[in-house]
């Protein structure tokens, strides 16, 4: 359920006319959205609906995480909206992971792929160590994206910077979806390690979460075509 065109807006607003206008002022310009929790959590299934009639596949990036049985209900009560992605998070476990990846299944071949946070890039070594994990970052990420892996999740949400490792250990068909990206030129903003759009395609990126430098720019549509242009150059 991933389209052509690997770029996924993120919709981060809790105004849902905005959401709608960006959406359909998208279409054809993006691959899909990106509808989180802040908005979800105001506006629910109507909300997301409004969003979704505009067209474009939606990426549901709820972030779940809490026992198997009650991730699958999560799960099993987005199904009906036809996401073409729902997130999870992989510290609660291979089995909770299962039972999401179980629950998806229901849908068939409509089902959503499920794909699992490894660690947030707002956490360092030193917020680790704090919960007790040792070692790095990347060795972390690359423990739970393993995991992941081998519950039968259908990819993560990884950094551009880990691209290359989780694509030699998890080979080509695992998902990677990659936020943090920054046309060239454009605000940084609170991102620390960006990439390009191109780069993170380059390293093997399957989508690539991309907000502000598009809904930001005084004419979104622009902006998300300029960023198409500079992966196909
Ligand atoms: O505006 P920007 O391009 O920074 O938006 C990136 C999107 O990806 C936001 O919705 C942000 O919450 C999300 N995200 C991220 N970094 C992560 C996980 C999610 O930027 N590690």
Redesign the pocket.
Known sequence: MIPGNPIFC?L?TTDVTRAVALARGLKGSVGGA?I?MEFFNAHGPAGYRAVAEAGLPIFL?LKLHDIPNTVAGGIRAVLPLEPAIVNIHTAGGSAMMRAAAEAAREAGDRRPLIVG?T????LDESDLAATGVGGTASDQVRRLAGLAAGAGLDGV???AHEIEMLRRDLGRDFKLIV????PAGSAI???KRVMTPTEALALGADVL????????AGDPRAAADEIVRSLAA
């Open positions: 993120a981060d990106k989180g990036d946070v660690l947030l890039t707002s949400v990884c950094s936020p943090g990206l920054r903003g609170d991102q979460v991309i907000g502000r430098p598009i809904t930001g």
